[in-house]
């Protein structure tokens, strides 16, 4: 079993729970030890680091020096503004003139930026062959096969580079990879690394439904049946803000989280995976899915039994011909 240092951050301890619960889940299915690291803090994410640049680095480098002491050589940091301050704190120790020799002073603790910082999204990633080998031996039909996904990135997974550095900050694919290990079908589409708005949710609302209308909307024309994220900032942006986006006519359109996805690939119950938390309903998209899945199967059984009635006629035919 892998056993990696797990900080989930403030959001999957609060308004993205069901992050925290469906990630949970999909590790323990796959073998991923999580162990959270004791006494952690807020990251600072997204008002430390625009307030002062050193607040900015010594909050995430206190996390990684407990990760540290604790023995971990590296830390899961699920939410995308947690994995990016964490990533921004290594990079600015390393980088910048005198800053390791003060970290260890200002948080009060000894640290020598050894700890491997990684998302959601690269552990998924990496365990695509184990997720797409379960899948594909589970005894229930896979709701999720055929299903056309679009994989939505945003800002903070892939951007900077020289922060993240495990994607193409354009043009990324990790998300789409994983969601072809779970049997459905990623889209390409032309928003997948756009601004949701972000923090703006509440100073700029309007600015906000502007920007999640126009992602909802070319997920749509694309042929996407829900969108993929790994973001509790761009989920709540998106899925939340649905609910202004309806009052105009717009359809719903379901907001999973990654692990959400793998998770209903793996054959979890959706209680487990905290599909009920969200302000569009996940319900009928996975009722349809689970009925459409039930289809599939029984249509092909049913192809099966017909191509082996019309083998063995064939073969009763030529016996008698001889």
């Known amino acids: 079993m892998i056993d990696v240092a797990y900080y989930p951050g403030c959001s999957l301890h609060g308004t993205s729970r069901e992050f925290d619960e469906s990630l949970r889940a999909v590790a323990a299915e796959l073998g991923i030890g999580l162990t959270e690291i004791a006494d952690w803090n807020c990251c600072g994410a997204s008002s430390g680091h625009t307030t002062d640049h050193l607040l900015g680095v010594a909050l995430p480098a206190r996390n990684l020096a407990l990760a540290e002491a604790q023995g971990f050589g590296a830390v899961l940091a699920p939410c995308a503004a947690c994995y990016n301050r964490l990533s921004a704190a290594r990079l600015a120790i390393a ?26 999204v690269e552990l998924l990633r990496d365990a695509s062959v184990t997720i797409d080998e379960k899948v594909a031996a589970a ?60 923090a703006f949710s509440v100073s700029r609302t309007a600015s906000v439904l ?40 717009e359809e719903p359109m379901p907001i999973l989280f990654v692990t959400q996805m793998v998770g209903l690939a793996l054959g979890l119950a959706p209680v487990d995976l905290g599909l009920g938390r969200h302000f569009v ?5 996975i009722a349809r899915l689970v009925k459409q899945a039930a289809e599939r199967v029984a249509a092909e059984k049913l192809a099966k039994q017909e191509a082996a009635a019309k083998a063995a006629a064939r073969a009763e035919k030529q016996k008698v011909g001889a």
């Not at 694919?173 to 079908?185: L, Q, V």
């Not at 502007?210 to 993929?228: C, K, P, Q, T, Y």
């Open 95 to 120: 980088t910048e003139d005198g800053l390791a020799a003060r970290i260890p002073d200002i948080i009060g603790r000894q640290f020598a930026n050894s700890v491997e910082v990684h998302n959601a």
């Open 139 to 198: 005894l229930a039909p896979n709701p999720l096969e055929g299903v056309k996904l679009a994989a939505y990135y945003g800002c903070l997974l892939v951007r900077p580079f020289e922060v993240c550095g495990y994607d193409d900050p354009e043009q990324p694919t990790s998300m789409d990879e994983i969601i072809n290990a779970c049997g459905a079908d990623d889209v390409d589409w032309d928003m997948k690394v756009e601004c949701c708005g972000g």
């Open 210 to 249: 502007r920007l999640g209308r126009a992602i909802i909307d070319n997920a749509r024309s694309h042929g996407a049946e829900a969108i993929v994220v790994a973001c509790p900032l761009c989920h709540s942006n998106l899925d939340l803000r649905q609910k202004a986006m309806a009052a105009r006519g």
């Open 281 to 285: 309903d996940t319900e009928p998209l």
